[in-house]
């Protein structure tokens, strides 16, 4: 089961960080991610983070976002900085055994978290 919260309305240029708790003993055997969906705009991929802790990103995303894992609280973390008004969604953690930027490809899915950058 995977929770995220710490959404918000922040302005542009700020920062935020977002969470996903992860339940159960597989963590460490998941590849996690972080996708998003905005208004009227089809789900995209984020950014992801393997089991070894290799990370990667969208490109509109590359040097304002960071994705973490920590194993002993067992979160997947997303801090955001310079945050744009294109980057308001829904933002979804995701967990499966396979790393892929797919969203279909995802076992296991958090209810979201609504970020919102206002101009």
């Known amino acids: 089961q995977l929770q995220a919260s710490g959404g918000g309305l922040v302005q542009a240029g700020a920062s935020l960080k977002i969470s996903c708790q992860v339940s159960g003993r597989t963590f460490g055997s998941y590849v996690l991610a972080w996708f998003r969906q905005a208004p009227g705009k089809e789900r995209e991929f984020v950014a992801r983070?393997?089991?070894?802790?290799?990370?990667y990103y969208r490109d509109s995303v590359k040097g304002r976002f960071t994705i973490s894992r920590n194993r002993v609280r067992q979160t997947v973390d997303l801090q955001m900085n310079s945050l744009e008004p294109e980057d308001t969604a829904v933002y979804y953690c995701a967990a499966d055994y396979a790393g892929t930027d797919i969203g279909e490809k995802y076992s296991y899915w958090g209810q979201g978290t609504l970020v919102t950058v206002s101009s």
């Open positions: 983070i393997t089991r070894l802790g290799n990370t």
